[in-house]
């Protein structure tokens, strides 16, 4: 049964606001109700990893480490790729299939994951930037800079990152 089918499936969801979030909680009882195995995942910095001591800056604890990361050569969206794929290796146990669906900057992480790393079967993506030049052509876009890679637009932009992993499914809403 297709039920069944999807018990061979594991997805696991990336939300920027953490696993319990509200979208994170719906999303997963959805597949869960559809018959797929689910894992809500805190990667570094999000849902239950955030930092919560007290701050005087106006900035947040994820810019704040966002640009520290970068500063040190190792982007905070880098470090959350590999938190990823390590939980998505360790998790397979078995499984024929793991799908990433990241939330908002979730789905950064998903995309970057897959495009690094052909264990990741397919990716799906929500409310998640389209294009990095998006924010360099709107003065005010609010994309988190733990979202960005430093020097990425000389290399690649989203687009191309999406096709990089076909013919693994892609879909972006």
Known sequence: SEVA???????????????NSAAAQELSQACVAAGYSVLGVDLRGWGETTCTRP???????????AWRAMEMGHP?????????????????????????VGLEAGGLVALHAAAVDDSI??????????AYQDVMENLHYGAPASSLVWGA??????????????????VAV
């Open 55 to 65: 701050k005087k800056e106006k900035f947040t604890w994820d810019e704040f480490f």
């Open 76 to 100: 905070l969206l880098g470090m959350r790729v590999q938190d990823l794929l390590t939980v998505a290796r360790k998790s397979a146990g078995g499984r024929k299939k793991v799908y990433a």
């Open 121 to 130: 079967a397919g990716v799906a993506t929500y409310r998640t930037l389209g």
């Open 153 to 170: 637009l000389t290399v690649y932009d989203l687009p191309e990152l999406a096709k990089a992993i076909q013919p693994r499914p892609y």
């Open 5 to 19: 089918k999807n018990r061979d499936t594991l997805l696991v969801v990336i939300s920027e606001h953490g696993r």
